[in-house]
């Protein structure tokens, strides 16, 4: 790449949710470097990710300097972050919503404090806890497309569905942290009920049954080629 291209641009293919046209306006294409989409770049750690951009031209901030941060590359405080999301995106029914496989959370440490909840809360085993006890977004793959309830229920905000129209899961600015508090405390009560602990208790359990499940499949898998092969 060359080395005054110092501006990504994303174009969000799969979802549609950047204006794209808005965002190629504004820069040169000598000084662009254009990608299909950077949760998907994210998702495979895009050694591109890892160039020192100037200026991000995407959707969120707070969503970008997540994914770059899932990536390993966190992003220098001096980058310059242009908001390009549309309000909405395409209808859930979209087939290219169905089948986008770019759909993960991502986390914003600035307000996790490694409660653990979507840990105990996720069926998939998406998430697990590093060394140091943070809760990191292990499995991405395996998240549930279209998906965001571990998002609706974290008592901090802090795991971001880029790809969600929901404020403030998609990354959102936080403005109103009373409003935000409340509407989690009614999110919580739908999905988990009175008794959170016995419902954290319960999914942690189903997702190990669910886990073992799926080792067990997969060693089947294994010993049936392996014997079949041999035969």
């Not at 069926?123 to 395996?142: H, M, T």
């Not at 965001?148 to 880029?162: L, M, Q, S």
């Not at 959170?196 to 499949?217: D, F, H, M, P, S």
Request: hydrophobic content about 35%; charged content about 25%.
């Amino acid at each position: 790449m060359s080395a005054n291209k110092t501006i990504l641009i994303c174009q969000c293919a799969a979802r549609g949710l950047v204006n794209v046209d808005a965002a190629s306006s504004r820069v040169a294409p000598e000084e662009s470097v254009v990608i299909p989409d950077l949760c998907r770049a994210a998702a495979e750690k895009d050694p591109i990710l890892g160039t020192r951009f100037s200026e991000i031209h995407a959707c969120h901030p707070r969503a970008v300097r997540a994914l770059f941060s899932f990536a390993g590359f966190p992003l220098p405080e001096g980058a310059k972050l242009h908001n390009h999301r549309h309000p909405v995106g395409p209808p859930a029914d979209n087939p290219s919503v169905q089948s986008d496989t770019a759909w993960f959370p991502v986390i914003d440490y600035d307000r996790c404090t490694s409660c653990g909840q979507c840990f105990q809360f996720c069926l998939f085993g998406v998430y697990e806890k590093d060394e140091s006890g943070r809760v990191v977004v292990a499995n991405p793959q395996s998240c549930k497309n279209n998906c965001p309830a571990c998002a609706r229920i974290c008592p901090e905000a802090a795991i971001i569905f880029p790809k969600v129209g929901e404020s403030p899961i998609n990354g959102a600015e936080i403005s109103d942290e009373d409003g935000l508090k409340a509407n989690i405390k009614v999110n919580v009560d739908e999905i988990l009920g009175d008794d959170v602990y016995a419902a954290l208790t319960a999914r942690r359990q189903k997702r190990r049954a669910l886990l073992n499940e799926k080792k067990i499949g997969k060693a089947l898998a294994e010993r049936k080629k392996y014997f079949g092969e041999k035969s």
